[in-house]
């Protein structure tokens, strides 16, 4: 029997996460010479903190999983100043199915 949508979401939302440096590297694959420059650290603690929790409650757009995972990469145009950074990209990363949703 095929379980119906309902059923297929509860595990969907059952499933563990994957760590940031796990949907780093996705992203980083997924993109490649787009990220050509970039760190893959948000530019602030603060940063990581807003937008980790942004996609912890974001839902995938392909199948609906719910706790998606963050990746944040920074283009730094001073290291030697906090407020340096030139250009920040923030990523979720499905669990489920590894879609990248920019955001």
Not at 26 to 51: C, H, N
Not at 65 to 91: E, I, K, M
Request: glycine residues 8%; aromatic residues 10%; proline residues 5%.
């Amino acid at each position: 029997m095929i379980p119906d949508v309902l059923e297929r979401m509860e595990l969907r939302e059952a499933l563990p996460g994957i760590s940031e440096q796990q949907a780093v590297l996705t992203v980083r694959k997924a993109m490649g010479a787009e990220l050509r420059g970039y760190s893959a650290f948000p530019p602030s603690q603060e940063a990581r903190e807003i937008d980790s929790s942004v996609a912890a409650e974001a839902r995938c757009g392909r199948c609906g999983a719910v706790g998606l995972a963050f990746a944040g990469f920074t283009l730094w145009a001073d290291f030697t100043r906090d407020d340096g950074w030139a250009s920040y990209r923030a990523f979720a990363v499905c669990p489920v199915c590894h879609d990248i949703q920019e955001f």
